[in-house]
């Protein structure tokens, strides 16, 4: 079975940095295409970015184009995301996903393409 665990999440003031780390265990992460999503509070669940399998191709949300990057380290199985500028508006639960069966030049933008999801870790920004 696989299994993501996020780390990374807290406090922090406007204008600040988190990195989140994602670390994958069950399966070799190079197999999975992996995303972040959050969610806000009354919100619904939304997409930050992808990366493929082998990290040669990324995506963003125009939200987070420019401040957040998004990275891998299939050698210890674990997907990062280095979150920086951050604004109050970006205050929500950071969930990382994995997505198999998928091409490895491929990344996925929808949530219910996604077959593995963390149990998602708490970011507040206060400004």
Request: aromatic share 12%; glycine share 12%.
């Amino acid at each position: 079975q696989v299994q993501l665990v996020e780390s990374g999440g807290g406090l922090v003031q406007a204008g600040g940095s988190l990195r989140l780390s994602c670390a994958v265990s069950g399966r070799t992460l190079s197999t999975y295409a992996m995303g972040w999503f959050r969610r806000s509070p009354g919100q619904e669940r939304e997409f930050v970015t992808a990366i493929n399998r082998s990290g040669a191709t990324t995506d963003y949300a125009d939200s987070v184009k420019g401040r957040f990057t998004i990275y891998r380290d299939n050698a210890k199985n674990t997907v990062y995301l280095q979150m920086n500028s951050l604004r109050s508006e970006d205050t929500a639960v950071y969930y990382c996903a994995a997505k198999g069966s998928i091409s490895v030049g491929s990344i996925a933008y929808r949530g219910d393409e996604y077959d593995y999801w963390g149990q998602g870790t708490q970011v507040t920004v206060s400004s």
